[in-house]
């Protein structure tokens, strides 16, 4: 996310959507990288050099998760 340059964000209005997760995965299926290269097998190859490690959160799925971790959408 740090490479990509101006604003990381992919929101029609609100300005408050990260095309790439940062320091937390906000939702499933939110791209983590991106790998360009000259070829599909560069590219695959250095996709595979990535490294990731992420802590096991509860996921807000209901109205009460979302009020209880006070994580509201307009």
């Known amino acids: ?4 340059p101006g604003r990381n964000d992919i929101a029609p209005t609100a300005a408050d959507e990260p095309a790439f997760a940062e320091r937390e995965i906000l939702y499933h299926q939110q791209p983590l990288f991106a790998v360009i290269a000259e070829t599909r097998d560069a590219a695959r190859r250095a996709a595979r050099l990535a490294k990731v490690t992420i802590e096991e959160a509860k996921p807000l799925v209901t109205v009460d998760d979302a009020l209880a971790a006070d994580s509201t959408v307009m």
């Open 1 to 4: 996310a740090a490479d990509v």
